[in-house]
């Protein structure tokens, strides 16, 4: 029996913040690791023998004065800390329903991650993971269970998910937040927050049996569109080796697409605080939490596709990929085939129609647009083409920007994929709001992570099963070597940008084939820079 913190209780004084320890005893599964901020342990061990560590604070939390700050360094605890339970969730809102049903807590105080290892020492060196979750940088954590490391772990490599600050509280841009930065710069809090976890990282994996010169990044939707930013940042140089991005990247160059310029996240940040009722920071710092997501509930702002703000971003990534400016790793990126329609499931298209939709966006451009998306003589035939272009607009164009910049201004290969199965008893919008037709955005995360156990009502079929476990693979693969190929596994070939350019299919088959809808993309991309320049 040993002594560990099995919970912490903040009070305050005039000086600090004091950290109380609640001390219990256990019988640990393992023992105690040094972590920067003291020592930690895991106390139950999974089935499959990868061990578990859950809730380890990365940063010091984000309140009070913090708020609205780069990360500070993690706080440190006496005795011995156990991990065996998540930290809350960052402070958000419940848009996308009970995403994280095993972990109810949210707190200002979130900057937590959690580890699954298959190393019994710190002398493995097993290459690394880190998960950065989706929700359009609004929602999400790192604990739902659908992003469960223990079937990756299993295929030899250590996987660590992430909380990073949310909404308004993670990409909240305002004058004087520029101003009383260092850095001359505000906005990308919640970024900075998922650069402070690839520093711990650095630091500490190793006492998981982790390898910091073989860590990979990847990410989903709003996860992938950060990595592809953290991918463009100087401020990244060193902390990864390679980098997934699935369905998104922020390249897109329109504010409406693509990263905002600072001075754009400036003008949201004073309408949102005029919205409070407050003219400054330190009026909004005073603010309760709740309060201040009441506030971004009732008055949104996009933060998907993060700020250029001229430090963690310091150019448009488009220009950064453009010049090969970017961290210049091996590259996995892809897609699903109908992005869109988890977008554009919730929009009628009675009034105004789609046509008219098209026209008032794209003007003298209109006619080809409706040639790539026709709006056919149906209703149906309306919305698929509806949802192919919100699709092209929000996800894939982006994607595949990425994709063709980085395999023509890089040097290390790129691998894209296009995933096309449709999970089995997928519910209907009328039983679940993530629910959309078709092989919809993040259908393919359950056979990432190889965790279609986690819907358990699902009739998946030997094909499910047999996809799940040649993604988790390949993915482990590719975080291995940067090469997402090994044995037993259907050839997957760098991609080449060209009109005859291959792409590997993620579906009841598995291979390479022509990439699909390039005539769009290139379209869209010549488009993008025709408007770009006025």
Same mark, same amino acid.
């Given at each position: 029996?040993?002594?560990?913190?099995?919970?912490?209780?903040?009070?305050?004084?005039?000086?600090?913040?004091?950290?109380?320890?609640?001390?219990?005893?256990?019988?640990?599964?393992?023992?105690?690791?040094?972590?920067?901020?003291?020592?930690?342990?895991?106390?139950?061990?999974?089935?499959?023998?990868?061990?578990?560590?859950?809730?380890?604070?990365?940063?010091?939390?984000?309140?009070?004065?913090?708020?609205?700050?780069? !990360?500070?360094?993690?706080?440190?605890?006496?005795?011995?800390?156990?991990?065996?339970?998540?930290?809350?969730?960052?402070?958000?809102?419940?848009?996308?329903?009970?995403?994280?049903?095993?972990?109810?807590?949210?707190?200002?105080?979130?900057?937590?991650?959690?580890?699954?290892?298959?190393?019994?020492?710190?002398?493995?060196?097993?290459?690394?993971?880190?998960?950065?979750?989706?929700?359009?940088? $609004?929602?999400?954590?790192?604990?739902?269970?659908?992003?469960?490391?223990?079937?990756?772990?299993?295929?030899?490599?250590?996987?660590?998910?992430?909380?990073? =600050?949310?909404?308004?509280?993670?990409?909240?841009?305002?004058?004087?937040?520029?101003?009383?930065?260092?850095?001359?710069?505000?906005?990308?809090?919640?970024?900075?927050?998922?650069?402070?976890?690839?520093?711990?990282?650095?630091?500490?994996?190793?006492?998981?049996?982790?390898?910091?010169?073989?860590?990979?990044?990847?990410?989903?939707?709003?996860?992938?569109?950060?990595?592809?930013?953290?991918?463009?940042?100087?401020?990244?140089?060193?902390?990864?080796?390679?980098?997934?991005? @699935?369905?998104?990247?922020?390249?897109?160059?329109?504010?409406?697409?693509?990263?905002?310029?600072?001075?754009?996240?400036?003008?949201?940040?004073?309408?949102?605080?005029?919205?409070?009722?407050?003219?400054?920071?330190?009026?909004?710092?005073?603010?309760?939490?709740? @309060? $201040?997501?009441?506030?971004?509930?009732?008055? !949104?702002?996009?933060?998907?596709?993060?700020?250029?703000?001229?430090?963690?971003?310091? @150019?448009?990534?488009?220009?950064?990929?453009?010049?090969?400016?970017?961290?210049?790793?091996?590259?996995?990126?892809?897609?699903?085939?109908?992005?869109?329609?988890?977008?554009?499931? =919730?929009?009628?298209?009675?009034?105004?129609?789609?046509?008219?939709?098209?026209?008032?966006?794209?003007?003298?451009?209109?006619?080809?647009?409706?040639?790539?998306?026709?709006?056919?003589?149906?209703?149906?035939?309306?919305?698929?083409?509806?949802?192919?272009?919100?699709?092209?607009?929000?996800?894939?164009?982006?994607?595949?920007?990425?994709?063709?910049?980085?395999?023509?201004?890089?040097?290390?290969?790129?691998?894209?994929?296009?995933?096309?199965? =449709?999970?089995?008893?997928?519910? @209907?919008?009328?039983?679940?709001?993530?629910?959309?037709?078709?092989?919809?955005?993040?259908?393919?995360?359950?056979?990432?992570?190889?965790?279609?156990?986690?819907?358990?009502?699902?009739?998946?079929?030997?094909?499910? =099963?047999?996809?799940?476990?040649?993604?988790?693979?390949?993915?482990?693969?590719?975080?291995?070597?940067?090469?997402?190929?090994?044995?037993?596994? !259907?050839?997957?070939?760098?991609?080449?940008?060209?009109?005859?350019?291959?792409?590997?299919?993620?579906?009841?088959?598995?291979?390479?084939?022509?990439? !699909?809808?390039?005539?769009?993309?290139?379209?869209?991309?010549?488009?993008?820079?025709?408007?770009?320049?006025?």
């Amino acid at each position: 029996m040993r002594r560990f913190v099995r919970a912490t209780k903040r009070r305050s004084t005039a000086a600090a913040t004091v950290l109380v320890a609640v001390v219990s005893t256990v019988t640990y599964a393992g023992p105690a690791l040094h972590v920067e901020g003291g020592q930690i342990a895991d106390v139950t061990p999974t089935s499959s023998g990868t061990r578990v560590f859950k809730g380890i604070p990365y940063a010091a939390p984000p309140i009070g004065e913090l708020r609205w700050k780069a !990360p500070q360094t993690v706080k440190a605890w006496e005795g011995i800390r156990t991990a065996t339970e998540w930290g809350p969730r960052c402070v958000q809102s419940n848009r996308l329903g009970d995403l994280d049903p095993l972990n109810k807590r949210m707190d200002e105080d979130c900057l937590y991650l959690n580890i699954w290892t298959p190393a019994n020492s710190s002398d493995q060196s097993l290459p690394v993971m880190v998960w950065i979750h989706g929700g359009s940088n $609004l929602n999400g954590a790192g604990s739902q269970p659908e992003y469960d490391g223990s079937n990756l772990a299993s295929k030899g490599v250590v996987v660590v998910t992430i909380n990073y =600050r949310l909404d308004i509280f993670g990409f909240l841009a305002h004058p004087e937040l520029t101003k009383e930065s260092v850095t001359n710069s505000s906005g990308n809090y919640g970024l900075l927050d998922q650069i402070a976890s690839l520093k711990w990282v650095q630091k500490n994996i190793g006492a998981f049996g982790g390898d910091p010169s073989r860590v990979s990044i990847f990410g989903e939707s709003a996860g992938a569109f950060d990595v592809s930013l953290l991918m463009a940042s100087p401020l990244t140089k060193g902390l990864f080796a390679r980098a997934i991005g @699935e369905s998104g990247g922020a390249l897109t160059p329109t504010p409406a697409f693509g990263p905002k310029p600072l001075q754009l996240g400036e003008q949201d940040g004073v309408k949102f605080a005029q919205s409070v009722g407050v003219s400054s920071v330190s009026e909004l710092r005073a603010k309760s939490a709740q @309060e $201040l997501l009441e506030a971004a509930i009732k008055n !949104p702002i996009t933060y998907a596709f993060g700020i250029v703000d001229g430090y963690v971003v310091p @150019e448009h990534p488009a220009s950064i990929y453009g010049q090969g400016k970017q961290n210049d790793v091996p590259l996995l990126v892809g897609w699903n085939a109908n992005e869109g329609s988890y977008f554009g499931a =919730r929009i009628k298209l009675d009034s105004p129609s789609y046509t008219e939709r098209v026209r008032a966006q794209f003007k003298d451009n209109a006619d080809k647009i409706l040639q790539f998306y026709p709006p056919g003589s149906t209703s149906e035939d309306e919305r698929a083409s509806f949802t192919a272009l919100l699709g092209d607009e929000i996800i894939a164009y982006g994607g595949w920007a990425w994709s063709e910049r980085a395999a023509t201004s890089g040097r290390s290969p790129v691998f894209r994929y296009f995933f096309t199965r =449709r999970p089995p008893g997928a519910p @209907e919008l009328s039983v679940n709001p993530l629910a959309a037709p078709g092989v919809y955005h993040f259908a393919e995360i359950y056979y990432v992570f190889n965790n279609l156990h986690v819907m358990k009502n699902w009739p998946w079929s030997p094909e499910d =099963r047999k996809l799940a476990d040649a993604m988790s693979s390949y993915w482990t693969n590719f975080a291995k070597t940067g090469d997402p190929n090994g044995p037993g596994l !259907p050839r997957w070939l760098a991609y080449k940008p060209s009109t005859d350019g291959q792409v590997i299919q993620l579906g009841e088959a598995i291979g390479m084939q022509p990439q !699909p809808r390039r005539d769009r993309y290139e379209f869209l991309d010549t488009l993008y820079a025709k408007m770009g320049s006025k």
